[in-house]
């Protein structure tokens, strides 16, 4: 109603502005009708009473029934003012339009209120006044043909006028359906943003129990309705995440843990395979030593089996010259000396030989399993030695006998033949045993430099591994490193359970006694 009531009070200042608009135009007429002041004041004491009322702010039927009184008689006032001329005819036009301005006051009962006054006008004057209705006096017919026309209008506004009045009405009603349910969506929005509120203060209090590390925090007051799933969702999460952190941190103590072992484990087998290279470059260039000595005992006795070979071409021919059997003897002592020097050159060999032999058994000992195949050599090499030692004695005697019958040959001069040929005899033994070291000799060598060029192999293989030795003890530093930084990292987290709290610590305490 509140809007109806303000177009009814804007209608009723227009309609009130009409009416003394009205006021005016009777006054500034009255010069050329000749009419006098008197329409004008009439006018004017008739527009007094709803000014009053509308200035006073009353709008309601009194004052729109005033307004329905007075407007249609100003026209009757023009009417009488008038009088007796031609435009008497066309101001019964404005009596259609007064009642049809009536319809800003939104109410039927103003116009037919203003219908009837016009009804009464005509009719009244046109038998006790006519000359102020008509120019030429009274006519009823034409009175009554006013009258239809107005009766059609009056219909038509007022019912225009009430269906005017009930459409605002109705508006009025909805507005007030809509702010009544606009109010009702208001509380609703108030109670579902309180309902929210709540909600994201406890969320929001999870939240930061979650990103503080506490992941045993869970939702335990209950959400309002429509919300309960979302609490569900958040504990749900929060109990997955609880679990995935335990695994992590169990996983982290066992990844570092492992990661010491392995750590260990490779720093010991770094420092073993260290040792061990160092070893066998040791063997490497005791054996590299030993196949130069043996390479030289083997020339050495090729140049005494020439030698030899030399003397037993000359005893042979002395057989013919004894003279000359008898310097070649001198020769023979001297040579035989040279030969006894020789052999005791080769019998140092032979000691040095056995002695390195002992000394690569030893560390082949030490070797455990991978010196297995070292101690066959070294077991050879003994072997050979031992034997290069008694061809060196048997030399060595052979020596003495041959300086023996030198000098018995030089002393009888008269047995030289049969002292040649057995000085021939001898040489010819001392040359197949000298022979015979020779060849040992020569593939002693060989067999030295096989397994010279064998441990080199060995050697450098032991170098790749410890190469490769010291990569895994950096990754498995590295991977002891990621799995403190891991241990540190799930630290942060406080899971669910007193039990898996202390398994938790472990690590940290691990990691504490590290640092």
Wanted: glycine share 8%.
């Amino acid at each position: 109603m509140n809007e109806l009531d303000e177009m009814r009070r804007k209608g009723a200042k227009i309609l009130l502005a009409i009416s003394w608009l009205s006021v005016a135009i009777i006054a500034g007429c009255a010069w050329a009708s000749g009419s006098g002041p008197a329409p004008a004041l009439l006018a004017a004491a008739i527009t007094i009473v709803p000014t009053l009322q509308v200035m006073a702010g009353n709008n309601g039927l009194q004052a729109r029934l005033a307004l329905g009184l007075a407007v249609p008689l100003y026209p009757a006032i023009m009417l009488w003012q008038w009088s007796g001329q031609n435009w008497m005819l066309d101001i019964h036009m404005t009596f259609f339009a007064a009642i049809a301005m009536l319809t800003l006051l939104a109410d039927w009962r103003p116009v037919l209120l203003a219908a009837g006054v016009t009804a009464v006008h005509h009719l009244t004057t046109n038998f006790a006044a006519p000359s102020l209705v008509f120019p030429d006096g009274a006519d009823f017919a034409r009175v009554l043909l006013h009258a239809v026309i107005v009766v059609l209008e009056t219909g038509v506004l007022v019912v225009l006028s009430a269906g005017f009045e009930r459409l605002v009405i109705d508006q009025a009603a909805a507005h007030e359906a809509r702010a009544d349910a606009e109010k009702a969506a208001q509380i609703e929005r108030t109670r579902a943003a309180e309902d929210q509120k709540q909600v994201i203060e406890q969320i929001g209090r999870g939240l930061r129990g979650l990103a503080s590390g506490d992941l045993s925090l869970r939702l335990s007051e209950s959400f309002p309705e429509g919300y309960e799933e979302l609490r569900g969702y958040f504990n749900s999460a929060a109990s997955d995440l609880d679990d995935i952190v335990r695994d992590v941190t169990r996983s982290a103590g066992q990844i570092e843990s492992g990661s010491r072992e392995i750590r260990s484990a490779s720093d010991d087998l770094a420092l073993r395979t260290e040792q061990q290279a160092a070893t066998l470059e040791d063997i490497a260039n005791t054996l590299r030593q030993l196949s130069t000595t043996v390479q030289a005992n083997a020339k050495s006795a090729q140049d005494l089996q020439a030698n030899v070979a030399r003397a037993r071409s000359d005893a042979l021919s002395g057989n013919s010259v004894v003279a000359s059997a008898v310097g070649a003897m001198g020769e023979i002592e001297r040579s035989a000396d040279e030969i006894h020097q020789i052999i005791t050159l080769i019998d140092g060999i032979s000691f040095q030989t056995n002695l390195l032999a002992l000394n690569a058994g030893v560390e082949a000992a030490r070797a455990g399993e991978a010196g297995k195949g070292f101690a066959v050599v070294a077991n050879e090499v003994r072997a050979l030695a031992q034997r290069s030692a008694e061809a060196a004695n048997q030399i060595k005697d052979l020596i003495g006998t041959s300086s023996v019958q030198v000098s018995e040959g030089v002393k009888l001069v008269g047995q030289s033949g049969e002292s040649l040929m057995t000085i021939v005899s001898g040489i010819a033994e001392i040359d197949e045993a000298i022979a015979r070291i020779a060849s040992v000799s020569q593939e002693q060598a060989a067999e030295i430099a096989r397994i010279n060029e064998r441990i080199a192999r060995l050697d450098s293989a032991t170098q790749e591994n410890a190469a490769m030795v010291e990569e895994g003890t950096a990754a498995a530093r590295h991977l002891s490193s990621e799995a403190e930084g891991m241990t540190r990292t799930v630290a942060h987290f406080r899971v669910s359970g007193q039990n898996l709290a202390g398994k938790q610590d472990a690590p940290c305490a691990k990691l504490a006694q590290a640092a």
